[in-house]
């Protein structure tokens, strides 16, 4: 069946370089993809997303690649920092009625001084 | 300030009790999920209401109950009929199925 995965299950950084935080995904029919990033006994909270036309998208500090060709979707961070910690999880959804969105496991980054 | 309130933090679960966790949208949202969040997993869909008085099943449903009287309202029932409860258990809402949804800061239940 459909599934999201994640390359690395966790990441250190050192703070002010930058991350890259990649997904693998199976469904070549999803065109609608979300990051995710949750912090310890929080809610997940929405950072980018990034429609299958597109294979950029940039917000503040954050890159999200999208690689339809081998189903692969990045999630870059400029100069990490401290607050950035967390564990971050993408999500795929085919944007057809009724689809509910599959969920990756995540990848933890650690942030190191 | 709109959002998502998941009530209580943490709850105990007895053995052959049924609970039930709340969860409140201010958001007008229409949509509602209920997740499930096991260490090392994705998240799991529970059940999910696309409108009032409708709901579906989601991948793992069994054990668990629903209910959506009103729009800003999901409550979830977690039955003795789970037997792994202990979890962490995340309400999300939407505007629509396959919009970004706001996620609700969490129960975290465990069994005593």
């Known amino acids: 069946g459909e599934s999201v995965g994640l390359h690395l299950p966790t990441l250190s950084v050192q703070e002010g370089d930058n991350s890259i935080i990649n997904c693998a995904y199976s469904?070549?029919?999803?065109?609608?993809f979300i990051w995710y990033k949750q912090e310890s006994g929080k809610g997940p909270q929405f950072i980018i997303d990034i429609r299958s036309n597109m294979d950029k998208r940039q917000g503040q500090r954050v890159t999200v690649l999208l690689n339809k060709t081998v189903k692969h979707l990045s999630l870059q961070i400029a100069a990490t920092q401290p607050g950035d910690s967390a564990v971050y999880f993408c999500?795929?959804?085919?944007?057809?009625?009724?689809?509910?969105?599959?969920f990756g496991p995540g990848t933890r980054l650690s942030v190191l001084p | 300030d709109g959002g998502i309130t998941q009530s209580p933090k943490y709850l105990f679960r007895k053995e052959g009790q049924n609970v039930t966790l709340s969860c409140e949208q201010n958001l007008n949202h229409d949509a509602m999920y209920w997740y499930r969040q096991d260490p090392g997993q994705g998240l799991r869909l529970i059940y999910y209401s696309q409108i009032v008085n409708d709901f579906q099943k989601g991948d793992i449903a069994e054990g668990y109950s629903v209910s959506r009287e009103k729009k800003e309202s999901f409550p979830l029932t977690v039955t003795s009929a789970q037997k792994n409860p202990t979890a962490f258990y995340l309400c999300?809402?939407?505007?629509?199925?396959?919009?970004?949804?706001?996620f609700g800061d969490g129960t975290r239940l465990s069994i005593l």
């Open positions: 999500a795929e959804n085919t944007g057809n009625y009724g689809q509910n969105f599959v």
């Open positions: 469904n070549s029919a999803s065109d609608y």
């Open positions: 999300a809402s939407s505007y629509w199925d396959n919009q970004p949804q706001h």
